[in-house]
């Protein structure tokens, strides 16, 4: 089955803790991207990244770091997770960047810092 | 203040109701995706239309895109509680050569059986 994977589904940590949510995707999508979700503010995208080795910044980048090893993979890291990172994660892949924005979406890892 | 502009924001209807939701901008699109996310999901792909005035249909969704590539509308007819959840209009960001979406707020959609 086609899908995008994320662990963990929750997570309950504390201010300073570093922690990875994990992203993989089995349909040999060349772009992935994170996004969070917030009351109020919809989905807005952190990171993405159009092929191996590739990565930028998306709209909200402070306080995450990715890389993409390997085209299937796509870790979201908080190396000091705040309060403010309190949000549903969402992993998104698609076939290649230049379409018409087709993603698959994972179903989500919702996150709390305490 | 939003690139899209969803409305209403909240719609709570009986089942068997008609309904359209609205997704507006004052920018123009070279295409625009309507998404479903129902509770503890990620979003979904329900449509995708790039023809200014192109109507596209998904059973009992109705999708339409404006004239002028600047909104989009979702009717549904005769709606059923399975219908219920978040719909989200989305478009591409500048050039296209990000990938990245831009989301509206979505509108949530009630409907009791």
């Known amino acids: 089955e086609a899908q995008v994977t994320q662990n963990p589904r929750y997570l309950i940590t504390v201010t300073g803790k570093k922690l990875t949510v994990t992203c993989s995707q089995n349909m040999n999508h060349e772009y992935m991207s994170w996004y969070r979700q917030d009351p109020g503010l919809g989905l807005r995208q952190i990171y993405y990244s159009m092929n191996v080795e590739v990565t930028d910044k998306g709209d909200v980048p402070e306080g995450y770091k990715v890389s993409r090893k390997e085209k299937r993979n796509f870790p979201l890291i908080l190396e000091s997770p705040s309060p403010n990172q309190t949000s549903l994660y969402f992993c998104?892949?698609?076939?290649?960047?230049?379409?018409?924005?087709?993603?698959?979406f994972g179903e989500g890892s919702r996150l709390t810092v305490l | 203040t939003q690139l899209l502009e969803q409305s209403p924001q909240f719609l709570s209807i009986q089942e068997g109701e008609n309904l359209t939701v609205y997704c507006n901008s004052s920018?123009?699109?070279?295409?625009l995706q309507w998404y479903r996310q129902e509770p503890g999901e990620g979003p979904v792909l329900l449509v995708t239309v790039v023809t200014g005035g192109e109507v596209k249909k998904l059973k009992r969704l109705t999708f339409q895109f404006g004239d002028a590539r600047k909104d989009s509308s979702l009717h549904i007819t005769a709606a059923q509680p399975g219908d219920t959840g978040l719909y989200l209009c989305a478009v591409t960001d500048g050039s296209g050569n990000t990938g990245k979406l831009i989301f509206g707020q979505g509108t949530t959609l009630q409907v009791k059986p």
């Open positions: 920018s123009v699109f070279s295409s």
């Open positions: 998104a892949s698609s076939l290649w960047a230049r379409a018409t924005g087709e993603l698959f």
